[in-house]
């Protein structure tokens, strides 16, 4: 009796272990997932970018003329005026060519003044000509010489006064030449480049071409960093938007700034696998007194603010197939994809097509398609890759525990 007891108390418990197994896998059938509650918070939407500082204000002086630098009075550093001496270029030609262009101008002041008295002359010869000729005591041959000459004399005179102003010219010219020899500063600043030291040949060349610019000086009283943004961010990039500024040379600061300007078309590309990127110019309000040219620089542009709006994470955002009619054509160019995310209803996963708006550090705005207080899905992301509308799913209960040790 007693064994038949214990048989039928054993039956029982097994019954029960494989009742509450049975209920166990019930209760884990689903795919495992995360879950989140959508709510409200504030967006703040930015850009970030890379490049270096540099004076809003600078000029490259290159060299006008070719020749030895002999005389170089100031090095990187030095504090200038404007007019201030900065270094001479041998003048010995250009002084040796103003000096040939006078003597050309001496030699035309001659030949203008022999012209005028031989025009002078002629003139009164043609004058008594036309007297005597009037009276009938010059012969006909006579008085066509006496015009010839003349006409030759005016025709001399023009000559000689062209060749009198082109000498004054040349004389003008050659002055600027000798002038060109000697480079003075073009404005208050600070020498931030010396690219010439004394005896070597200053080569004149297009504005700012690299090698030919001697000096720089730049006005570092107002600073910029100059930005590379790349395509994809620039159409939210605008001017007078705010923007923080982190220098690497001067650690653990934040300088604010604001956008003063925006590239309208791209930096030329050095090789055919760098990204499309575009020039973007951020005054800084707060610069440092010390602050260089050429400083590495990062900086957040503030493209947009929303403050408590409907936000999900980024990784709750997928894409799937828009299902069309069967024989349904497509118009050109209609969208093939919608965005959307899963919300968790009844253990089951449903597919919601949402349209978003700012984009935030780690979330994003929903502009329509939920109302707030809805239970979303928010990973793993194969999970959600994979993921089929109604497909059942269940909580994660493991990926809960885990956090909380971590919280521990």
């Keep these: 009796m007693k064994r038949k007891q214990l048989l039928i108390l054993g039956g029982g418990l097994a019954a029960l272990l494989i009742l509450g197994l049975s209920l166990a896998g019930l209760r884990d059938k689903g795919l495992p997932v995360q879950v989140a ?8 939407a930015k850009v970030s970018a890379n490049g270096t500082i540099q004076a809003v204000t600078k000029a490259n002086i290159s060299a006008n003329v070719m020749g030895q630098v002999t005389r170089l009075a100031v090095k990187e550093g030095d504090l200038v005026k404007k007019g201030q001496f900065l270094m001479e270029i041998d ?5 040796a060519n103003a000096d040939a262009m006078q003597a050309n101008l001496a030699a035309a002041h001659s030949q203008l003044d022999s012209a005028n008295a ?3 002359q002629a003139k009164s010869d043609f004058e008594r000509a036309k007297r005597n000729d009037a009276a009938g005591i010059i012969s006909a041959a006579d008085f066509e010489r006496a015009r010839t000459t003349y006409s030759t004399a005016q025709a001399d005179q023009k000559t000689a006064q062209r ?10 010219q050659s002055h600027v030449g000798l002038d060109y020899s000697t480079i003075t500063a073009p404005m208050d600043g600070v020498v931030t480049a010396r690219n010439i030291e004394p005896g070597e040949t200053a080569v004149p060349g297009i504005q700012n071409q690299p090698g030919t610019v001697l000096l720089t000086i730049s006005d570092m009283s107002r600073v ?3 930005m590379e943004v790349d395509e994809a961010s620039i159409p939210t990039v605008k001017l007078g938007q705010d923007a923080q500024v982190h220098i690497d040379a001067y650690p653990n600061q934040v300088f604010q700034g604001q956008v003063t300007e925006v590239g309208g078309s791209p930096i030329v590309k050095t090789s055919v696998n760098d990204a499309t990127k575009f020039k973007v110019k951020i005054w800084i309000k707060n610069p440092p007194a010390d602050i260089k040219p050429g400083l590495s620089a990062q900086a957040d542009i503030f493209t947009g603010s929303r403050t408590q709006v409907l936000a999900i994470p980024f990784q709750a955002l997928v894409m799937r197939d828009i299902k069309h009619k069967p024989g349904e054509t497509l118009k050109p160019g209609a969208p093939r994809e919608e965005e959307g995310i899963y919300l968790m209803e009844s253990g089951k996963a449903k597919f ?8 935030g550090d780690l979330s994003v705005e929903v502009l329509s398609g939920v109302k707030g207080g809805e239970t979303l899905i928010t990973g793993p992301n194969r999970a959600l890759r994979e993921m089929k509308d109604g497909e059942a799913v269940r909580v994660d209960k493991t990926r809960k525990k885990d956090d909380a040790k971590q919280a521990g």
């Design 118 to 120: 031989t025009l002078i």
């Design 352 to 359: 919601v097509p949402v349209k978003t708006g700012l984009m």
């Design 163 to 172: 060749r009198m102003e082109q000498a004054k010219a040349n004389v003008a």
């Design 224 to 226: 910029e960093a100059e």
């Design 37 to 44: 509650t959508i709510g409200r918070e504030d967006l703040q």
């Design 91 to 95: 003048p010995r030609n250009a002084r």
